[in-house]
C-alpha cells in the first residue's frame, strides 16, 4: 500500500516525488570521511569462493523400505561464507507415490528448521511409501556426495546434484542442479518478471526476501517469499515436475551457464528439498499444496466488487462513494477504509473528528442493510511515542508492552522503527500472548456491538515494511523529517447531502454530532490539530553502537536484496544491511529464532493470528483476510502490492496471478484494478474494470496524491464497470466453484495456457491471456484507446461467452475489432458446462436469489463437463447443507446432473442452453417433455427456458 521506499529513494513518479519532498534530507546513508558510502563488511571470516568447495562424501547410509538414511562428512574446509559443518545427515523418503523428499541438517541439529507455526509442514516420518510404490527414484554418488531423481516411468530427471559441490555453513547453503534441456522455470514467487522466468538471460536471479516493493518493479525481490517452482516441458513429449525448498532464510535462486543449471544460494537453515511428480502442472500444484496447505475458504460476498483508496478525507467522503456507485448502476459488495480513518495512523484507533464512532458505525449499519460489507486496514507497525506525543494512553501499545508482544533487543529494551504513525514497536507474532494480545485488541476495537463492525481485514506493509533507511538512523529525526503521522486539514463541511445516508446534512462540519444542524468550524470537542515539531536536538543524532557489525546484520553472503536505489559502493545489491527499510535482522524472536532466519515468515505470521481473530470474533463464520506479504501456506488471500497506473502493469498482472492461483495456493489474488500509484486514464480504467472482473480478488484501489478512479468518474469507465460487474456477479457460482475445487485439492484457480495446451509450444510465452478457471479464455484488450485485439487461440471448439456461437481454434492469432469498452473477449473452452446467475444483481446477496441457467458447451466429440457447489456461503462447518453437483454431457444429447444436494436454498433452474447444435431438437428432462424449446439458427444454439425446477436432486435431460 502507499508510497514505498522505492519512489522515495528512486523518484519513480512524478505523481509522488512531490509528497516527499524531505526525501534528501531524511536519507542520510553511512558516511566516511570523504562523504562515500561505507561498504560495511561482515565480520565473518571467508573466502567468498563458493566454487572452490570440495562438498562432503557420504560416511554411511542405511537402507529400508521407504528410503534411506546416512550421514555425510566434510571433504575438505570450504569456508566460502563462514566454517563449514563437519558432519551432517541426510533422510531421504517417499512420502507419497509422487513426492520424494530429501532432508538434510548438520549432526547436532543447530541449523534453524522452519517451524509448524506457519503451516504444518509434514514431519519426515509422518506419511510413506515404499520405493517400488513411488513413482520417483533416487540415485546418490558418495563422493563427492550428489544425488539424481528421476521419473521412473520416462526417465526424465527432475533435480540432479551429481557434480556439483554441497555447501553447507551456518549463514551460507548452496544446492546445484543440472536443468534438462527445454526446462521452463515457473513460480519461485513473488516476482513481476515472466511467469516462464527468463533463465536465459544473464546474469538473472530470483531473490526472495521480502520488502516493501512501491511499483512492483522487474528483476527485483518484492512482498512474498514461496521456494517453489513448476518446471514446465511442453511439445509432443510435455510434462511437469516440481521442487519446494523449504527455508524462510532469505536467498537467491540463480541459473548458472545459461540456464542450464539452477543453485539456490540460501542465508543459512538446512536443506529440505520437496520434489514432485507430475506429470502435469496442475498435479505440480495438487501436490504441492498437499505439503503447504491452501488458503482459506473465503465467503461468497467477497468475491463481489472491492472499492477503496489511499486518501478518503473523512467518513462522510465514503458514503458519498458508496453512494455514487449505487447511482451509477455499478456493483458494489464491499467498501473499504485504509489507514485514514486512524487517530494519527495509531492501528486500533480512530480519527475523532474526522471518523468518529457513532458515523463510522452509522455508515457500516447503512451497508448492512444495503447487504454491503466494510473491510479496514490494519498494519502491524504500532506507534510506540516521541519527546512531543506520548504513548503512554494508547492502550494497544501499553497492553503490548506489558504482555512483552514487541520486538525487543537483549537487554529488554523494545525495538523501534518508523512507519505510517512516526516511531513504532513491531509486534513478536511468536510470542506465546501474542495470539491472546490480538484476539483482545480485535474483540474491543472491531466489537460488532460497541465498535467498528467490519466483515474482513487488510493487512499491509507486513513484510514488515520500515521508513527507516539504515539502522543507524535516528527514528526521531526521520519521523519529523518525513512528516510521520501527516499533517491534517480542518475537519470540513459537508457539502451536500448524499442518497441514503441521510443523517450527513449539507453545511454540518463532520465533527458535529451525528444528525447536528452545527454548521461552524467550531465542534463539540477541541479539534485535535498536530503540530509537527521536531524533537529536541540532542534526540536527533544518529546511534552509534558497536553491535552494528554483527554478522547477523551484514551475513558473508550478500543476496540481492534491491530495497533500496543502487549504493555508490560499486556493485548492484543495493545498500548492504539487509535490515535496511525492515526490522533488524539481529533481533532474538520469543521463540529463540533471529529475524535473519524467519523475516520471510512475519507477514504469514500477521496473516495466522489475524485470521484467528476474526474467527474468534465470528465463530462459525469464515474469516476474510487479505494480506501483501506471504510465505507457502498463509492462509490469506493476496493482492499484488502497491502496481503503477501503465499499460505494461495492467498486463503484468496476469503473469502475477499465475504466481499465487496456479503454482502457490493462494486461489484469492489480485492487483489493484487501474492501477494503485501514478494516474490512470480513461481507457486504461475501463479495461482494466473488465480485466479486474477476472481476478479472483477485484478491488479498485489507487494512492494519495493521483486523481481519484472511482469507475463512475468517466463515462466509457462506468460502461465497462457496469457491464463487467454484471458479468461478474452471473459467473460468480462457476467462480466460487473452482475456488472451492482449489481449497479441496490444490487444483489451480487461474491457469496459463501452457497449463491447459501443454502439447502446443506456442503457448508458453503467452502471459497477456488465460484461464479463470478452467473453462473460460480471456483475452484482454491491450492498448491505449484501442478497440481492437490480437490473441492466440489454440487448437480445438470454443464459443464466445456473450453469443454462443462456435469459433474453431486452429493455433494461431485471430484479430477481433470493434472491442466496446462494454465487453471483452471471453470465450468459453469447448467442452464446459457452466453454470450462470440469470439476470442482473447489484450485490451477492441479491446474485444468489437469481435461478440459474447452465450453459453446455459441448467439444467437437460432443462432450462436456462441468461442477457447481451451493453451500450458505459464510459457514465453516456447513454439516449436510451442502450441493456438490456435478454437469456431465456425453454422445452430443445426454446431460446428467448427479452428485450431492444437501443445499436447499439459492438452486432454482431457470434455463439450459445448449450451444453447437445443428438444428431444432426435442428435449426432455427424466423422460418428461419440455415445451419452451427455442433454437436459434443463426449461432446454433438450442435454449429450454422456464424449467420451474430446483437443483435438489438427479436430473437426466436428453436431446431427441
Not at 56 to 80: M, P, R, W
Not at 230 to 243: E, F, I, L, P, Y
Not at 345 to 366: E, S
Not at 933 to 956: G, P
Request: net charge negative.
Amino acid at each position: 500500500m502507499k508510497l514505498s521506499t522505492a519512489v522515495l529513494l528512486a523518484a519513480a513518479s512524478q505523481a509522488t516525488a512531490a509528497s516527499f519532498h524531505h526525501a534528501q534530507s531524511w536519507l542520510r546513508p553511512r558516511q566516511d570521511a570523504n562523504n562515500g558510502i561505507i561498504d560495511i563488511p561482515s565480520p565473518v571470516n571467508h573466502t567468498g569462493q563458493p566454487d572452490k568447495c570440495a562438498g562432503y562424501k557420504v560416511d554411511e547410509i542405511q537402507s529400508h523400505d521407504t528410503g534411506f538414511d546416512g550421514t555425510l562428512s566434510l571433504v575438505g574446509q570450504c569456508n566460502a561464507y563462514g566454517p563449514d559443518y563437519q558432519t551432517l545427515k541426510i533422510q531421504v523418503r517417499y512420502e507419497t507415490p509422487d513426492r520424494l523428499r530429501v532432508r538434510i541438517t548438520d549432526a547436532d541439529g543447530k541449523a534453524h528448521v522452519v517451524p509448524s507455526d506457519v503451516a504444518q509442514w509434514p514431519k519426515i516420518d509422518d506419511m510413506t511409501v515404499t520405493a517400488d510404490e513411488s513413482n520417483l527414484a533416487i540415485d546418490i554418488v558418495h563422493e563427492p556426495f550428489g544425488f539424481k531423481v528421476q521419473r521412473k516411468s520416462d526417465g526424465e530427471v527432475l533435480f540432479n546434484t551429481q557434480g556439483h559441490a554441497l555447501i553447507f555453513e551456518e549463514q551460507y547453503v548452496r544446492v546445484r542442479s543440472g536443468l534438462a534441456e527445454g526446462s521452463n522455470i515457473q513460480g519461485l514467487a513473488q516476482h513481476s518478471d515472466n511467469f516462464t522466468l527468463p533463465i536465459h538471460d544473464d546474469g538473472y536471479v530470483r531473490t526472495l526476501w521480502t520488502r516493501d516493493a512501491y511499483g512492483v518493479p522487474g528483476r527485483t525481490n518484492l512482498y512474498g517469499s514461496h521456494p517453489f517452482y513448476v518446471n514446465q516441458k511442453v511439445g509432443q513429449h510435455a510434462s511437469a515436475s516440481g521442487t519446494f525448498l523449504l527455508s524462510s532464510h532469505g536467498m537467491d535462486v540463480k541459473f548458472p551457464n545459461g540456464g542450464s543449471e539452477i543453485e539456490y544460494n540460501t542465508l543459512g537453515g538446512i536443506v529440505d528439498l520437496f520434489f514432485f511428480n507430475g506429470p502435469t502442472p496442475a498435479d505440480v500444484a495438487r501436490q504441492g499444496s498437499q505439503v503447504w496447505g491452501v488458503s482459506e475458504p473465503v465467503p461468497y460476498w467477497s468475491l463481489g466488487f472491492h472499492s477503496c483508496r489511499y486518501g478518503y478525507i473523512d467518513i462522510a467522503y465514503v458514503a458519498e462513494v458508496v453512494a455514487n456507485y449505487t447511482a451509477a448502476e455499478i456493483p458494489l459488495e464491499v467498501q473499504w477504509m485504509d489507514i485514514d480513518y486512524m487517530k494519527d495512523r495509531w492501528i486500533q484507533t480512530l480519527d475523532p473528528d474526522r471518523f468518529a464512532l457513532d458515523k463510522v458505525r452509522y455508515v457500516i449499519d447503512k451497508l448492512h442493510a444495503s447487504n454491503r460489507h466494510m473491510i479496514v486496514m490494519v498494519d502491524p507497525s504500532t506507534y510506540s511515542g516521541t519527546p512531543n506525543v506520548s504513548a503512554e494512553s494508547y492502550e494497544t501499545l501499553q497492553t503490548g508492552k506489558e504482555q512483552g508482544i514487541f520486538m525487543a533487543y537483549d537487554n529488554g529494551t523494545l525495538y523501534e522503527g518508523v512507519v505510517w504513525p512516526g516511531p513504532t514497536a513491531f509486534p513478536d507474532w511468536t510470542h506465546e500472548r501474542a495470539q491472546a494480545w490480538w484476539d483482545a485488541e480485535f474483540e474491543r476495537f472491531f466489537n460488532p456491538d460497541t465498535g467498528v463492525d467490519v466483515s474482513g481485514i487488510w493487512l499491509d506493509m507486513n513484510e514488515p515494511a520500515n521508513f527507516l533507511p539504515y539502522l543507524e538512523a535516528n527514528i526521531y529525526r526521520v519521523s519529523a523529517e518525513r512528516e510521520m503521522p501527516p499533517r491534517r486539514p480542518l475537519p470540513r463541511i459537508i457539502p451536500r447531502s448524499i442518497p441514503g445516508f441521510e443523517a450527513f446534512t449539507p453545511g454540518q462540519n463532520i465533527s458535529a454530532p451525528l444528525g447536528s444542524s452545527n454548521s461552524s468550524n467550531a465542534t463539540r470537542r477541541s479539534v485535535y490539530k498536530r503540530q509537527i515539531q521536531s524533537p529536541p536536538p540532542n534526540t536527533l543524532d544518529d546511534y552509534l553502537s558497536p553491535e552494528l557489525d554483527s554478522q547477523w546484520l551484514y551475513p558473508p553472503y550478500r543476496i540481492q536484496d534491491r530495497r533500496a536505489p543502487p549504493s555508490k559502493a560499486g556493485d548492484q545489491e543495493g545498500l548492504k544491511n539487509i535490515s535496511d527499510f525492515s526490522a533488524r535482522t539481529d533481533i532474538v524472536q520469543a521463540n529463540g529464532a533471529r529475524t535473519y532466519d524467519e523475516h520471510n515468515l512475519y507477514g504469514s505470521r500477521h496473516a495466522i493470528v489475524t485470521h484467528n481473530a476474526l474467527l474468534k470474533r465470528r465463530p462459525g463464520k469464515r474469516a476474510f483476510t487479505i494480506a501483501r506479504s506471504s510465505f507457502s501456506g498463509t492462509p490469506s488471500s493476496i493482492w499484488l502490492g502497491d502496481n503503477i497506473s501503465t499499460w505494461e502493469q495492467y498486463i503484468q498482472t496476469i503473469r502475477q496471478m499465475f504466481q499465487f492461483a496456479a503454482v502457490s495456493g493462494v486461489g484469492v489474488v489480485g492487483a489493484d484494478s487501474c492501477g494503485f500509484g501514478g494516474n490512470t486514464t480513461e481507457t486504461l480504467c475501463a479495461r482494466w474494470a473488465w480485466l479486474g472482473a477476472f481476478n479472483t480478488f477485484y478491488r479498485n484501489h489507487n494512492e494519495l496524491g493521483s486523481i481519484s478512479q472511482e469507475f463512475y468518474l468517466w463515462n466509457l469507465t462506468t460502461i465497462a464497470a457496469r457491464a463487467a460487474g454484471h458479468v461478474r456477479l452471473q459467473l460468480l457460482d462457476y467462480t466460487y466453484s473452482f475456488l472451492q475445487q482449489h481449497v479441496d485439492d490444490g487444483t489451480p484457480a487461474i491457469w496459463p495456457l501452457s497449463w491447459v495446451h501443454p502439447q502446443d509450444a506456442n503457448t508458453i510465452g503467452l502471459e497477456a491471456q488465460f484461464y479463470y478457471g478452467p473453462h473460460l479464455l480471456v483475452s484482454p484488450v491491450v492498448e491505449e484507446n484501442s478497440t481492437s485485439v490480437s490473441f492466440y487461440l489454440p487448437s480445438g471448439r470454443y464459443y464466445d461467452f456473450f453469443t454462443l456461437a462456435a469459433v474453431d481454434g486452429s493455433g494461431a492469432t485471430v484479430t477481433l475489432t470493434d472491442v466496446g469498452y462494454d465487453t471483452m473477449p471471453l470465450h468459453i473452452k469447448g467442452g464446459a458446462v457452466v453454470p450462470l446467475r440469470l439476470g442482473e444483481s447489484m450485490t451477492t446477496t441479491e446474485n444468489r436469489q437469481l435461478p440459474f441457467r447452465l450453459i453446455v458447451a459441448p467439444s467437437a466429440d460432443g462432450e462436456a463437463h462441468g461442477y457447481l457447489r451451493l453451500d450458505d456461503g459464510e459457514s465453516l462447518d456447513m454439516g449436510d447443507a451442502v450441493s456438490d453437483i456435478h454437469l456431465d454431457f456425453k454422445d452430443g444429447c445426454k446431460l446428467h446432473i448427479s452428485g450431492s444436494f444437501g443445499y436447499q436454498d439459492c438452486n432454482q433452474l431457470d434455463s439450459i442452453v445448449f450451444a453447437g447444435q445443428d438444428a431444432q431438437r426435442s428435449v426432455s428432462i427424466n423422460g418428461e417433455a419440455c415445451h419452451d424449446v427455442v433454437y436459434d439458427q443463426h449461432l446454433k444454439t438450442l435454449t429450454v427456458s422456464n424449467l420451474s425446477r430446483k437443483l435438489d436432486c438427479e436430473m437426466s435431460v436428453e436431446l431427441q
